[in-house]
């Protein structure tokens, strides 16, 4: 028995699931070709090498440091040796010199990350940039949370608008955190969505002015959040209380129209 299908064979949960995914829902997410390769190592759950040397991220999803050894064996067993086809707006590194990309598969017509998603190792950024793709990304996810798999079979993976100390706890990782907005106010180039009445502690979500008129113009109005409750999605700050800032419309959902 090889690696990879030890690797395999150690994730049943993964083994029976990341061949879930609604393929023909999923199949709007190609975007142009950017290269393609044989899958040399993986380097976590959402990044991996390849024989050419070339380091991949896989865009548009996070994972939870504490699940990183999970989420790698389950990367490992969808493509280790594997012939991968990358795609994506450019194919220009990121500041770490890894390509960000959607990756497939053979001639699978679904990404990686969805299959990730639907085994619940992963959660969507919220930050991918085509309409379709994030739209599969959020279907996977959404298909793993009704099913309880892997991160939502565990009551933290949404962390409670409502306890700042415990958002705290993870500054400078990537959180989800669900609650009510209590008010919507903008001071200067900023709007916050408050979650409590003291700024100085409790949860707030930040938007600039630039990312604001962008929502808007997409038909989001930010005073809408006001008393509603959301679910947002983005890397946890500290100015006074917690903060995420958000930079684009995947990363806010309110709950009661999902």
Request: cysteine-free.
């Given at each position: 028995m090889n690696a990879a299908r030890r690797v395999f064979c150690l994730l049943p949960l993964v083994c029976h699931m990341v061949f879930a995914v609604d393929f023909a829902s999923a199949a709007g997410c190609r975007l142009a070709p950017q290269g393609e390769g044989r899958a040399a190592?993986?380097?976590?759950?959402?990044?991996?090498?390849?024989?050419?040397?070339?380091?991949?991220?896989?865009?548009?999803?996070?994972?939870?440091p504490e699940r990183r050894q999970r989420a790698t064996a389950a990367l490992t067993a969808l493509i280790a040796g594997r012939e991968v086809t990358l795609h994506g707006d450019s194919d220009a590194p990121d500041r770490y010199g890894r390509q960000p990309a959607f990756v497939f598969r053979d001639a699978e017509p679904v990404s990686l990350q969805a299959q990730l998603l639907a085994a619940g190792e992963a959660v969507s950024a919220g930050d991918a940039a085509d309409a379709e793709c994030r739209a599969e990304l959020s279907r996977a996810e959404a298909q793993a949370r009704r099913d309880r798999r892997g991160i939502w079979a565990e009551s933290a993976a949404i962390k409670n608008a409502e306890d700042p100390g415990d958002i705290l706890a993870g500054v400078g990782r990537f959180a989800l955190v669900e609650g009510?907005?209590?008010?919507?106010?903008?001071?200067?180039?900023?709007?916050?969505?408050?979650?409590?009445r003291r700024w100085t502690r409790d949860f707030a979500v930040t938007i600039s002015r630039r990312t604001g008129a962008a929502l808007e113009a997409a038909g989001m109005s930010l005073k809408s959040f006001e008393r509603r409750r959301v679910l947002v999605r983005g890397w946890v700050e500290k100015r006074g209380g917690p903060r995420i800032e958000i930079f684009g419309a995947g990363q806010i959902q309110t709950r009661d129209e999902s």
């Open positions: 190592a993986v380097v976590d759950g959402r990044s991996f090498r390849l024989e050419d040397d070339r380091d991949v991220r896989l865009s548009g999803i996070e994972i939870f009510r907005v209590a008010s919507v106010r903008a001071v200067g180039a900023t709007t916050y969505l408050n979650f409590g």
